[in-house]
Structure formats: C-alpha cells, structure tokens
T-cell receptor, first 110, second 114 residues
Framework: SQKIEQNSEALNIQEGKTATLTCNYT??????LQWYRQDPGRGPVFLLL?????KEKRKERLKVTFDTTLKQSLFHITASQPADSATYLC?????????FGKGTKLSVKP | DAGITQSPRHKVTETGTPVTLRCHQT?????MYWYRQDPGHGLRLIHY???????DKGEVSDGYSVSRSKTEDFLLTLESATSSQTSVYFC?????????????FGQGTRLTVV
C-alpha cells in the first residue's frame, strides 16, 4: 500500500542549529513533493514545492531535497529560531488528491 | 490569507444528529478537499472535488458525504454523527490535482460529538 512516513514525531534542537526533517514514501512515484508548516489551532501553510527533476530547492533559511531513488525528501531549517517551532508536514500529489504525512513537531529551544 | 472560509469554527452535536460543515472560497480554484486531523493520524483525506458536481472519495470517506453545487462552496455532511467523528476538519483548495501547486487551508472546524 502507499505510505508517507515522517520518521520523527518530535525533534528538539537548540537555537542556531540546523533542523533536518525526513519524509519517506513507498509505492508512489510523485512528480512533486510539498512541505507545509502548521501551528497549533491553525491550518497548514505552504512552504516549498520541489519537482522530481530538482535535486534541491531553497527559500531563505529553508532547503528541501528530493531523492526519487531513495524515495525521500529532507527538509532543513538553518540557523533555527524559537519562532520556527511548529509541526512540519510533507505532502505528495497522487491521483487527484494531496496526501500528507503525519508531521514532525519541531521545538527550538533558546 | 487565501480566500477560504470554514463555518462553523466550533460545533458540539449529539450522537445520531446530522451535521453539515461548509467551506467557501473566493479564489475560483477548481479543486477542493475535506480532511480530518486527529492525534496520531495526521491529516486524512475524506472527500475531494475536481469541479462542480464532481466529487470522489478519499481515504476515510465512510459516514461522510459531500456536495458541490457551485465552484465556491463545498459542503461536508455527517448524516448521523458518531463519537468517532469528533475531530478537527480542514477544507483546502488548489488550482491543480497533480500536486504541482500549493494548497490553501481554512482555519478548521472543531467538531465534538457527544
């Protein structure tokens, strides 16, 4: 069956460090992969989209990689700040709908 | 914020009663989605729509029905609410179904079935 897995339910890091979140998928061949941020009590907010022919995408302190051989995407936040604390979700487009992983809750400690 | 509004934002209802949640968009996006979000399960797709009167089931559609009579409105109905349908419901919209455009989410509806 098709699966999207975000390896860690929670990730705690120190301010200033780089946070790295992982998204793995099986039985999909997505052309696109997306990352979202969700704060408590709010809907997810889009951050980045990466295409299968793109190895890497950057936006300010965010970087996403997409390895279709490993079936994995990595999401990096450099120079992390307490304001980056949130849940981060990866998502794949599949057969007309958007499928989400369960998310990784990131906590950045001052 | 994208023009997407969910109503109501909070609702408490009794087991066995019908409930309808509304999603309204002003972006004229073709695709609309209903998700539920529960601890330990993440966001799960209930139903989606790819046009007026065109809908399809998602991963957890049992006990739910949807309708889309206008581009801007997507209704989710629980015909006979059960306690297992206590959840936070999110509506989302997107321009494309291939995953190559971002999805915009509403603020969510917290539904409690007692």
């Amino acid at each position: 069956s098709q699966k999207i897995e975000q390896n860690s339910e929670a990730l705690n890091i120190q301010e200033g460090k780089t946070a790295t979140l992982t998204c793995n998928y099986t039985n999909y061949s997505p052309a696109y992969l997306q990352w979202y941020r969700q704060d408590p009590g709010r809907g997810p907010v889009f951050l980045l989209l990466i295409r299968e022919n793109e190895k890497e995408k950057r936006k300010e302190r965010l970087k996403v990689t997409f390895d279709t051989t490993l079936k994995q995407s990595l999401f990096h936040i450099t120079a992390s700040q307490p304001a980056d604390s949130a849940t981060y979700l990866c998502a794949l487009g599949s057969q007309g709908n958007l499928i989400f992983g369960k998310g990784t809750k990131l906590s950045v400690k001052p | 914020d994208a023009g997407i509004t969910q109503s109501p934002r909070h609702k408490v209802t009794e087991t066995g009663t019908p409930v309808t949640l509304r999603c309204h968009q002003t972006e004229n996006h073709r695709y609309m989605y209903w998700y539920r979000q529960d601890p330990g399960h993440g966001l799960r797709l209930i139903h989606y729509s790819y046009g007026v009167k065109d809908t399809d089931k998602g991963e957890v559609s049992d006990g739910y029905s949807v309708s889309r009579s206008k581009t801007e409105d997507f209704l989710l109905t629980l015909e006979s609410a059960t306690s297992s349908q206590t959840s936070v419901y999110f509506c989302a919209i997107s321009e494309s179904w291939e995953g190559n455009t971002e999805a915009f989410f509403g603020q969510g509806t917290r539904l409690t079935v007692v």
